[in-house]
């Protein structure tokens, strides 16, 4: 496969710049992996899709206020964008500045701290910080928009880039598929009976870089930390005893998910994962996926293109372009049903 096999053509001004005013406001896009049929509703339709006893698997990761401007002590400005807190003091940056970062050299952080550089790893840095590190980025850093949001954060952006249940603080990106769900939607979950359950993966910044090869095989995905507890596992295999579907709420959890489960069965699970699915795959956790729209070229668009097929979901994608979908972090939402033979349990 080639990267630009999952190339589709996408107008500027469909890429979402602002959330709507309320979460659950956006549509919903039904993709049939089956037969490639397309349904047009809207994100409150939602639990209609739904039945008692399906689960609906969630990431709750809390996104960390993860760009710092600050300075070299040589006067040189420079942007750190927080990649993983490795202890307290020390974390894993990217670094933005006229010159790279050298082991040893100081960085001047607001409001009278600094950190040191102790070592480059590929394109990231290890840095030790003066002060507890998620404490100086919460108090000082700025909400990390993706790069097709053109504009500075604003005040809004650190309660909407993020979703309601958000608990466990280690992201630089939101688990996206989650923004829509508010408690008006949990509320009618709830009455038909849907299931909820909870991993972590804390999404980094490498979740926006580009395939660095033209063969698709050939890419190494940038490393994340999981956690799936044995009550998530628990609530699969209740799920299915009782005869329900295991959705996963975004392909982070998707990702979470099948680590989780190399081995047959889902099994707990804490450590970091690099799976790179794509077409070919077959899916042994989950059933169906709940995710936004995904930039062209990217893993996350191939791993949406494993569960459905590559030729129906560009024919899908060329659909919402034409329906005037909104794209992205901020956009609108799908519901993907797998194609035949997606899933590893047929």
Known sequence: MQSRDFHFDLPRE?????????????????????????????????PQLLRAADLLVFNDTRVVPARLRARKESGGAIELLLERVLTPRTALVHA???????PGVRVILPPGHEARCLERREDLFVLEFSMDVLALFEAQGETPLPPYIERAPEPEDRERYQTVYARAPGAVAAPTAGLHFDETIFAALAVRGVERAFVTL??????????????????????????????????????????????????????????????????PFTGFTRMFIRPGYRFRAIDA?????????????????????????????????RRGYRFFSYGDACFLEPAAGALERG
Request: charged residues 20%; proline residues 4%.
């Open 14 to 46: 469909l890429i979402a710049q602002r959330p709507l005013t309320s979460r659950s406001a956006s549509r919903l896009l039904v993709i049939d992996g089956r037969s490639g049929a397309c349904r047009d509703l809207e994100f409150r339709d939602l």
């Open 96 to 102: 933005r500045s006229s010159k790279p970062l050298r």
């Open 202 to 267: 804390h999404v980094g910044a490498g979740t926006f870089q580009p395939l660095r090869t033209e063969q698709v095989e050939a890419h190494v995905m940038h490393e994340e930390y999981v956690e799936v507890p044995a009550s998530t596992c628990r609530a699969i295999e209740a799920a299915r005893a009782a005869g329900g579907r295991v959705i996963a709420v975004g392909t982070t959890v998707v990702r979470s998910l099948e680590s989780a489960a190399v081995g047959g069965a889902i099994a």
């Open 289 to 321: 996926l709940i995710t936004n729209f995904h930039l062209p070229e990217s893993t996350l668009l191939m791993l949406c293109a494993a569960l459905v097929g590559r030729e129906r979901l560009l024919n899908a994608y060329a659909h919402a372009v």
